[in-house]
């Protein structure tokens, strides 16, 4: 069982940046595809990037393109989103999760990722 804990979030005006890490448990988190989700108050949980084992391929919602990058560093065990020009619509609990395996579009479905972490809280304001 992968254990994954997000830090990182918090309160920030419209156009500042955040930057959340995620710590995994897992020895094996290089062989996993990593990503990043979001859940707004009423609204369901959405795709927001995520990034192969070797971080060779990059999927990213259009939402956050050009504004949020995530990274890893496999010898920590540990993956980054760094958020940039932040709008009130981003909004959210942000979670990581990992996929054993994932391909293509498969990489943007919530279904194919587990061991959700307990996620972080950002909060934009206008």
């Known amino acids: 069982q992968v254990q994954l804990v997000e830090s990182g979030g918090g309160l920030v005006q419209a156009g500042g940046s955040l930057r959340l890490s995620c710590a995994a448990s897992?020895?094996?988190?290089?062989?996993?595809?990593m990503g990043w989700f979001r859940q707004a108050p009423g609204k369901e949980r959405e795709f927001v990037v995520a990034?192969?084992?070797?971080?060779?391929?990059?999927y990213s919602a259009d939402s956050v393109k050009g504004r949020f990058t995530i990274s890893r560093d496999n010898a920590k065990n540990t993956v980054y989103l760094q958020m940039n020009s932040l709008k009130p619509e981003d909004t959210a609990v942000y979670y990581c999760a990992y996929s054993h395996y994932c391909s293509g579009y498969e990489c943007y479905d919530s279904s194919y990722f587990g061991s959700w972490g307990q996620g972080a809280q950002v909060t934009v304001s206008s």
């Open positions: 897992a020895r094996t988190f290089s062989r996993y595809v």
């Open positions: 990034i192969s084992w070797s971080g060779s391929r990059i």
